[in-house]
């Protein structure tokens, strides 16, 4: 229930971080829609697997995924380029890495951002700004199926949901426009610090 209830908040916080990017100048609609598409399938699978599993499966997988994207993170990267400049066979590979984020997605939500950017940063080799741009969009397209899933399943409340997406959505908003206006190193080391408490709680530190 509380994974399919996020959903709703998911979509909602995505859609103001969205509005906040476009605001700020920063648009590719196009190219984060064809990104997208690689990771619907991916959630459908992933979230018809959720509603049918227990909670105790996922909770050391979580915490896995959050400290090797720490690592990502901090590797040597080539400069940043765009997508569309580089070849099919690296386009092929940034779509099935996106298809099985949208699995892991799908299945739960929970620090799902945190991989998309690791495989665009990565993969893709955009600057953490431009990843976080698309990150989000992504988000919100593979959302919409796996929440209907969610919900056929019974495993929304959308009172709850909607309470809980009006905060994401002011955060996702602020969270933007600071992208924007310090860059990739303050993301880059905001990131480390959320990734490694979640992690640590997956684990039972506290």
């Known amino acids: 229930m509380a994974n399919g209830t996020n959903r709703i908040a998911i979509i909602i916080q995505n859609i103001g971080a969205i509005s906040s990017f476009r605001t700020s100048g920063l648009r590719g609609m196009r190219q984060s829609l064809s990104l997208a598409l690689w990771a619907i399938p991916g959630a459908i699978i992933g979230t018809l697997v959720a509603v049918k599993i227990s909670d105790e499966w996922f909770t050391i997988a979580v915490g896995i995924v959050n400290i090797l994207t720490i690592v990502t993170l901090f590797l040597p990267k080539n400069n940043a380029a765009d997508l569309t400049s580089d070849s099919p066979r690296r386009q092929l590979l940034v779509g099935v890495a996106l298809f099985?984020?949208?699995?892991?997605?799908?299945?739960?939500?929970l620090s799902v951002g945190f991989l998309l950017m690791a495989v665009l940063y990565r993969l893709s080799r955009m600057s953490l700004v431009l990843v976080n741009m698309h990150k989000v969009t992504i988000a919100l397209v593979y959302n919409i199926p796996s929440l209907l899933i969610f919900a056929w399943s019974d495993n929304v409340s959308l009172l709850p949901?909607?309470?809980?997406?009006l905060g994401s959505a002011t955060g996702g908003w602020i969270s933007a426009k600071a992208q924007v206006k310090r860059g990739e190193s303050f993301i880059r080391f905001v990131l480390a610090i959320a990734l490694l408490v979640v992690a640590l709680k997956m684990f039972g530190a506290f």
């Open 161 to 165: 949901g909607i309470a809980l997406g």
């Open 100 to 109: 099985f984020t949208g699995i892991y997605g799908g299945f739960i939500q």
